[in-house]
């Protein structure tokens, strides 16, 4: 069957059932009204991307681009991010030189320190 034009326009194109356009031009929502990180919410969210960042960068499977990724966040330690690699181990106990150096190594004996730099 063909569908049937008005002067240009498409009539299946219907926006009658938006009556109240409010919801769009409402008010953005308040920082308060977010329910707070708990340290405990924190500290998993450090754990979690400590681990997957190191599954990843061992994975065969994982793209070049993001081991690259994950092995330059491991390797800057003058980033001030909240969840920076020196943050995310001094939060969950790690020594981050002792640790970064130990993944260095591992990177080396495995031969795929030289696809990174």
Not at 55 to 72: G, H, M, P, Q, W
């Amino acid at each position: 069957m063909r569908k049937s034009y008005f002067k240009g326009h498409d009539r299946t194109f219907n926006l009658d059932w938006i009556d109240d356009w409010v919801w769009l031009f409402g008010p953005e929502p308040v920082i308060e009204d977010f329910p707070p990180w708990s340290e405990q919410d924190i500290h998993q969210i450090c754990e979690c991307l400590l681990n997957d960042s190191l599954r990843n960068l061992f994975d065969a499977r994982c793209s070049l681009e993001t081991s690259v990724e994950i092995y330059k966040w491991i390797t800057d330690i003058r980033d001030p991010g909240p969840f920076s690699f020196v943050n995310c181990c001094i939060l969950t106990g790690v020594d981050p030189d002792e640790f970064g150096s130990l993944v260095t190594f591992r990177l080396q004996k495995t031969r795929r320190l030289s696809l990174l730099h």
